[in-house]
């Protein structure tokens, strides 16, 4: 199905960035124009959703060129979930941001620079070719540079130095990668090689030489940018510099599109023939060490947003484990993990920035007492808490119960690794409501005033109580936002409607695509 609307996705955030700088020192005109790009996006994408949830693909070539010349966006229901989850994230931390950053700092491009992230991460989630994808990278890799240091501490610009390097060092290699999958089929666009790729594979003539490297190289890139273990060793150390409606912005959206550039090619071409039976081994060992090591280290910690920040790698972890099992359920488990992860992971950091507002710190020892001074930021603060865990009915419940189910027969000891993750994660939230909220306050002397006015707060609240019902929604409407993702994960295990709809000549020309890369 063609729509020439879809680029209106990339096109709303990149003139709202430019409006932004025209009225870069007037916050109330920024806010408003940041909202209304917002809100039209959402209600874009969750109109396009419902279109496609049968199956359907929305298919934009730009500029009127066939695939696989020009510029593609497919809007199916993998990228429509991811799409509508982020914006809803998107929209609760530009509202909480209102209330908590400095006027100077939200002044300091803060709005250009979030829609100019948010250019950069519809790009990725709607791009039909590999080399849009590192586009897509990298827009939102430079905004998400200068949100990292907004603020410009001595602490932010030293921990942005290696988030900086390691980005470097993952886009040479993606381009590098780029070129040599350019260089073997001739083609970028996905729906292309999917074609290609299982045409040789089914006719037994085999892939080129080298391409099990290509898929090792490109692991590596979407590792690296989605935390995967073991490179995950930027993130403990730069979320928790960053101003918390950023940090809040970055656990919902950075790591998801590593794992979703996973998700999109890997089933589709780089897990193929036998590259398959390298990637599946690296995918399966680093979904249980990112899993098992990541709730570890959260478990260890004594301070709100490096517990927060380290279980951003564990649950990506189980996301890692839904990517490795290649099939069907197994990807709509990742896909509706993600979903709920993205929202459930932003309220939490949001909550966390209104008990530094109440104590001025997050060190657990000198917190206290914050449920009976705050019932609101209590009871929004063990929701969320409760579905990361996975405390069924919420949200984090049936993600995990798909995975666990799905990787039980053949991948049992990962199931295993998932569920002993599972109980330190149990372990690790009540410890920060047990200290933070429940037990008696600090002794005076061992913490600080408290420093919020409630009256100037209605929009952090306002953007807490949006994503906790927003997490209590998917758990509770688990079934219907299943079955998209469903149907994402038979889109993605056999790519012929995908394909179809991008370049129908290119599955003509291969024979058909029985199944999938």
Same mark, same amino acid.
């Given at each position: 199905m063609s729509t020439d609307l879809l680029g209106l996705l990339v096109a709303i955030p990149l003139a709202t960035a430019i409006a932004s700088v025209a009225v870069v020192r007037h916050r109330h005109r920024q806010r408003v124009l940041g909202l209304v790009s917002l809100g039209s996006m959402l209600a874009l994408s969750l109109g396009w959703l419902l279109d496609v949830r049968d199956g359907d693909v929305l298919v934009s070539q730009m500029g009127g060129w066939p695939a696989p010349f020009g510029i593609t966006i497919v809007f199916d229901s993998l990228s429509g979930l991811l799409l509508c989850a982020g914006l809803v994230v998107a929209i609760g931390c530009y509202v909480h941001a209102f209330s908590v950053l400095d006027p100077e700092t939200e002044r300091r491009y803060f709005h250009p620079l979030v829609q100019l992230l948010l250019v950069g991460v519809n790009q990725c989630f709607l791009t039909g070719d590999l080399f849009n994808l590192f586009v897509g990278f990298e827009l939102m890799l430079m905004a998400s540079y200068g949100l990292l240091v907004l603020g410009h501490s001595r602490r932010q610009l030293g921990q942005a130095y290696k988030y900086l390097l390691l980005n470097l060092i993952a886009s040479t290699v993606f381009? *590098?990668?780029?070129?040599?999958?350019? #260089?073997?089929? #001739?083609?970028l666009n996905l729906a292309d090689l999917a074609a290609i790729v299982d045409a040789r594979v089914v006719s037994g003539e085999g892939l080129p030489p080298g391409f099990v490297g290509v898929s090792v190289l490109l692991l590596f890139v979407f590792g690296?940018? #989605? &935390? %995967?273990? /073991?490179?995950? %060793?930027? $993130? /403990?150390?730069?979320?928790?510099?960053? /101003? =918390?409606?950023?940090?809040? $912005? %970055?656990?919902?959206?950075?790591?998801? *599109?590593?794992?979703? &550039?996973?998700?999109?090619?890997y089933p589709l071409v780089f897990a193929a023939g036998d590259a398959r039976d390298v990637v599946t081994p690296l995918l399966l060992m680093s979904a249980a060490a990112t899993m098992l090591l990541g709730v570890l280290g959260a478990v260890s910690q004594d301070r709100v947003r490096r517990i927060l920040a380290v279980h951003v790698i564990s649950q990506v972890g189980y996301m890692v484990f839904g990517l490795s099992l290649m099939t069907t359920a197994g990807l709509a488990g990742a896909l509706y993990y993600m979903v709920q992860h993205m929202i459930v992971k932003s309220s939490l950091f949001l909550c966390c920035g209104v008990m530094e507002r109440h104590t001025g710190t997050d060190d657990l020892g000198r917190l206290g007492g914050l449920y009976r001074r705050d019932r609101f930021l209590g009871v929004a603060f063990f929701v969320a808490a409760m579905s990361l865990v996975g405390l069924p009915p919420l949200s984090g419940f049936f993600g995990k119960l798909i995975l666990v189910r799905e990787g039980w027969n053949d991948r049992w000891w990962l199931s295993l690794v998932a569920l002993v993750t599972g109980l330190l994660t149990l372990v690790s939230m009540l410890k920060v409501w047990s200290k933070g909220f429940w037990s008696a306050p600090a002794p005076a002397g061992e913490r600080t005033t408290d420093v919020l006015a409630v009256g100037s707060m209605r929009g952090a609240y306002t953007g807490i109580g949006l994503l906790v019902a927003a997490a209590v929604f998917v758990g509770l409407a688990a079934e219907p936002i299943y079955d =998209?993702?469903?149907?994402? #994960?038979?889109? $993605?295990?056999?790519p012929t409607a995908y394909i179809e709809a991008v370049n129908p000549r290119a599955l003509f020309a291969a024979g058909g695509a029985g199944g999938g890369g």
């Open positions: 381009v *590098v990668s780029a070129g040599l999958v350019y #260089g073997m089929f #001739g083609t690296a940018k #989605g &935390a %995967f273990f /073991p490179l995950w %060793f930027w $993130l /403990p150390d730069t979320y928790h510099t960053c /101003p =918390i409606p950023v940090a809040a $912005l %970055f656990s919902g959206l950075l790591t998801k *599109v590593g794992v979703y &550039a996973v998700a999109r090619t =998209i993702a469903l149907q994402a #994960g038979e889109q $993605l295990t056999d």
